[in-house]
Each structure stands twice: as structure tokens, then as C-alpha cells.
């Protein structure tokens, strides 16, 4: 196997930011967070899961709205990855919460 550098690897990025521009992709970004957003409401309005859902979508949609806007607007790449990392985490405590709540 042939060892690659990193600058090689990033050359080879087929990532939307590389393949468009930043602004493109953090913008799409945005589009599916609303998306989703407005897609985790269709498991209580269909009777799917109850009102224990609700609450907790209800506050972890209020996160994502507002580290996904904070990642649209971030300036660094270090900014953008914290952010990130906070979606990931906001999503984590809502399924851990959810389990939890259900065994309650």
C-alpha cells in the first residue's frame, strides 16, 4: 500500500465545500438541519411516540436551530468543527434522555 500525504489526500476531497465553495455548502447544511427539523415532529403528529417526545424534540430541535445557525455564520474552521461537535452532543443527550424517559 502506498503512503499518501495529507496534502494529497485533500487534493483528492470530492466534499461539496471543495467541489463548490464554503458558503455553498454551510447554506446546505442549514436547508437539511430545516428539514429535519421540521421532520422530527412526524413521530408525535402521527401518533407514533407520545408526550414524552415532545418536550424533549421540542428543546433539542432549539439546540439544532441554534449551533446549526451558529455554524452557518462560523468564521474559522475550529469554530465550525465546535459546532459541530455540539450537534452531535445535542443529538446523543436527546436519544440517551428519550431511552431513559421511556424507562421511567
Not at 463548490?20 to 421540521?38: D, Q, T
Not at 402521527?46 to 418536550?55: C, E, F, H, K
Request: with cysteine.
Amino acid at each position: 500500500m502506498r503512503w499518501m500525504s495529507r496534502a494529497m489526500i485533500c487534493d483528492q476531497s470530492k466534499s461539496i465545500a471543495k467541489r463548490k465553495n464554503k458558503k455553498y455548502a454551510l447554506r446546505l447544511s442549514g436547508v437539511i438541519f430545516i428539514v429535519f427539523i421540521i421532520m422530527s415532529f412526524l413521530p408525535f403528529l402521527m401518533s407514533w411516540l407520545g408526550y414524552v417526545y415532545l418536550p424533549l424534540i421540542v428543546v433539542t430541535d432549539h439546540c439544532i436551530s441554534y449551533f446549526s445557525s451558529s455554524l452557518i455564520l462560523s468564521n474559522t474552521i475550529e469554530e465550525g468543527r465546535v459546532q459541530i461537535r455540539r450537534l452531535y452532543l445535542t443529538w446523543g443527550m436527546f436519544v440517551a434522555l428519550f431511552i431513559f424517559a421511556n424507562f421511567i
